[in-house]
């Protein structure tokens, strides 16, 4: 297998008057960090969309690697080192600028006298692609691998709106070349390479030397139209319908085939198991029939779990796609924890949406699991576009699809929305249309969002439990952690709201049963103020001490509005008239009360060393919510992080969490926490041994037991 005589790369000369290309071409970013996972979504995708129309037959791609000797393609492989070595002198030429040509022109030095890897993607049961030799007239061979950001589809919601998905094989390529090879309907035959470098200065000698284009075609026809037929070298050719694509340079290693596999799973496992789409990578083949089979090799659950509870502000990338394979969509129907939930189920309602579906798996397991309710969502393709952690802990994973067909449907819609790694719907990608559609794209964005309210309600009809629906702040204020700015909805699904709900907030404040802590001591002679009064010396102490301008409110308000200050429900510890703690003359140990039972301190001082902290009275540390501040926590590990900054030091200190709801305030069970700190209480909502410093910042990093239900928290801080 060897070259077609008179096959070459057709560099033009740059013209002056025409823009150059500098270093690796401005499409390439998008793909660089996340390459193999890009190829693999993009080249299927593209084969997807190119389905033949014969129902029986599913897609079949293949993804194979092979070798190509060096010597038997002189102008495709070993002409590329002077140009490389151009490109690579040019970009040194700027200062402080990254030359990204130096390792390819190592690379192909170390292959140039032997074989060059490739991989070869083929699809199969696909149209392939026309091409028509007419600069005026589009066609998908000439979108494809003669022009930049350009993609041309049969229908309205194929591929992506772009057109430089395609770039991704590029980024892949050790040379920055691919070769394309196809056969269309008609049984004809089409072949041509394209490489994209940067624009560069190349002869056998200085005064011989031109400047070139950094884009040129690999044909024999001086770069004016691709080979067809016989003139496509043999190793390319094609001899059924369908398109290959070469990535020329693509070494195979083991770590870039299991990652290809686990994207495979990870993006196309629906239309895997439906039987839509059959893949073969490196010899082994990914079906319907063994699906279930290879996301338990490639996502064992030793290493995932049986739920997807990995946290991460992007869980597309990141999500365990084996329940929702598995238990969403297999088992859908089953039972009735396995349904689907159409919009036809609601006539009338999401007129700009269309036609779309929600297969949903409803179970407590997922609850008690810890793992938020998440929704996968995709369009006709069946890839993973996005996935999205709800706001709310109960117990279903989803994925949504939306697969009506016609030019304003959502489908359409969603596929213009879509950025250039298919991995997001945004409405900024429409920021160069109409007013009109940008309005159709808000509404169809919004009547996911309302479909999927809707299907909660059907799913959850008897658990509309103000308790645990409490408002989220859509503000909030971030003091010593940073400025104010908006949510996020990753951050309103982990943030305790300081607000609570209308009918909270109507409660009166005395039947709301709130933490206090009555600090006891031994009966010390009474002593006369200035006004001749009578105090408790070192018990009155205690009671009125501030740090500085302090005040005692929690994180936010409590539910009435008030400042969150320490009360009982009954004016017990108060005096009735103005609120202020009555001292405790009683000689028993100090107990830190809250409406579960849950208590903190000595039971028993006994023999205490006067010069130890051990067996005194802890006391509550007055703290401004400036100085008490939620956060979610970004590590993967853990939910949340608290953050606590006293005015001066203390020891031996504990943090009380409770939830403000209708019925009073609730134990806030904590389920973990970091820094070899502990958990304690009855309800295990007291998180102790640590110490703050003044003036210094602790971050105590913890998980809730129920992480991502909204509520309004108070926070109260013990300590010696």
Known sequence: ??????????????????????????????????????????????????????????????????????????????????????????????????????SKVQYLESHIDGEIGYLKVADYNTTGMEFIDDEDTPSPFGSCVR???????SNNFSGGSHGQGKTVGHVCSGLNAVYYS?????????????????????????????????????????GNAPDQGDRIPQAFRRDEQGTSVFVIGME????????????????FFMAIASGDLEVEIDGEEFTGDNIKEKLDIYYPKEEYSEFDSIRNRNPEFVFNPRPYCNEVFLKQNQDGNHICIDTADFPGEFTKLGHAKL??????????????????YMRNNEMVIEVKRGTANKGYYGIFICDGEGENVGSTVLRSMENVTHDKWDINELRDV??????????????????????????????????HQLKSLKRRKISIFGDNRSDSEEDEANWPSTNVSDKAKNINKKSQTDTSINVRTKKKKKKMDKRGKETDGQTSEQNTEQEG?????????????????????????????????K?????????????????????????????????????????????????????????????????????????????????????????????????????????????LVKNELLCIKFTPKEVVTNYSLKITVYGH
């Not at 022009?147 to 589809?153: H, M, V």
């Not at 196809?182 to 000698?205: A, F, Q, R």
């Not at 297969?359 to 996968?376: L, M, P, Q, T």
């Open 1 to 102: 297998m060897k070259e077609i005589e008179g096959s070459k790369w057709n560099f033009n000369i740059q013209r002056k008057s025409s823009m150059g290309q500098g270093k690796e071409d401005s499409s390439f970013a998008p793909f660089i960090n996340t390459r193999i996972r890009c190829l693999v979504r993009e080249y299927i995708q593209k084969s997807f969309d190119a389905h033949s129309g014969d129902d029986d037959k599913p897609v079949h791609v293949e993804f194979e690697f092979g070798k190509l000797s060096c010597s038997d393609y002189p102008e495709l492989i070993q002409s590329l080192l002077g140009h490389l070595k151009s490109c690579s002198e040019r970009c040194k030429k700027y200062p402080n600028s990254k030359d990204p040509y130096e």
């Open 147 to 153: 022009e930049n950001g350009a993609s041309y589809k």
């Open 182 to 222: 196809t056969m269309d309907s008609e049984g004809m035959t089409y072949g041509e390479g394209v490489i994209k470098l940067c624009t560069h200065k190349y002869g056998s000698n200085g005064e011989d030397a031109k400047t070139y284009e950094g884009t040129a075609f690999y044909d024999s026809n001086d």
């Open 252 to 267: 195979r290693n083991a770590k870039d085939v299991d990652l290809m596999k686990k994207e495979l799973l990870r993006s």
């Open 359 to 376: 297969y949903v798996w409803k179970s407590e397991s997922i609850r008690e699991a810890n793992s938020r309710d998440s929704v996968v």
């Open 434 to 467: 109409s007013k009109k559609e940008r309005t159709t794209a808000n509404s169809v964005i919004g009547e996911i969002k309302a479909f999927i309210k809707a299907c909660e309600a059907k799913l959850f009809p008897d658990t509309n439990d103000e308790e």
């Open 549 to 581: 301008n302090e005040g005692t409110s929690g994180i936010g308000t409590s539910g009435d509005g008030s400042s969150g200050e320490s009360r009982s429900g009954d004016g017990e510890g108060t005096n009735g008239q103005n609120g202020t703690e």
């Open 583 to 691: 001292p405790d003359t009683t000689t028993s140990a100090t107990n830190i009360d809250n409406p579960d039972g849950d208590t903190i301190g000595t039971e028993d001082q006994g023999d205490i060393d006067s010069n130890s902290n051990e067996g005194k009275e802890l006391r509550e540390i007055k703290m401004s919510n400036a100085n008490k501040m939620l956060k979610p926590c970004r590590d993967g590990q853990y939910a949340l992080v608290l953050g606590l900054k006293a005015n001066r030091n203390y020891a031996d200190c504990s943090v009380m969490l409770m939830v403000q709801g209708e019925s009073g305030l609730v134990a806030l069970e904590i389920k973990s926490v970091a820094n070899g700190m502990k958990i304690s209480g009855i309800k295990n909502n007291i998180i102790s041994g640590f110490e």
